[in-house]
């Protein structure tokens, strides 16, 4: 799976999953509301920012703190694409996956991509190309079961393809 866009949006390190969608401005668990809602504490233009297609960038630890599934859900429905950060918090990363929504850890990412920047992820072979000067960076290989899940629209759709067909 590759993905080729534009990063949209960039955070620092240490970003919370309480800032991803703080609870001041959650009114409904409904991906559409929460989309709207997404990282509105810490960069309240985000939602404008963003569009479907575009890239996140974030530093070390991203969606860290509780393991609301909220967070990764929020970010999708806000039109995020893709996330690349220097490393995640674990339960995000499975809440994310398990939603449908491609995440990668690249040392260094945050200090070598800027918004506007167009990005060629490669999912299957692990390699994050920078578009405007051709450099290309490895990432951990996503497995080809985890490739499916994001392809099928997340954990519950995967399952629901497999295990009820007529």
Not at 7 to 14: E, H, M, T
Not at 78 to 94: H, N, T
């Amino acid at each position: 799976m590759i993905i080729q866009e534009k990063v949209l949006a960039k955070l620092g390190d240490n970003i919370a999953t309480e800032m991803i969608t703080a609870s001041a401005y959650v009114t409904s668990s409904e991906p559409e509301e929460l989309g709207k809602i997404a990282c509105k504490g810490i960069d309240p233009d985000f939602v404008n920012k963003m569009r479907p297609g575009g890239i996140l960038v974030a530093g070390k630890n991203f969606g860290c703190s509780s393991s609301r599934e909220w967070a990764p859900v929020a970010l999708k429905a806000a039109g995020v694409k893709l996330i690349l950060a220097e490393f995640f918090a674990r339960i995000f990363y499975r809440n994310a996956i398990n939603i449908g929504l491609p995440i990668v850890e690249c040392a260094g990412i945050s200090k070598k991509l800027s918004v506007g920047d167009e990005v060629k992820m490669d999912l299957a072979k692990g390699e994050v190309e920078i578009i405007k000067n051709g450099e290309k960076l490895p990432t951990t290989p996503m497995p080809p079961f985890l490739i499916e899940r994001i392809n099928k629209g997340g954990l519950i759709p995967q399952l629901e393809e497999e295990f009820c067909r007529s």
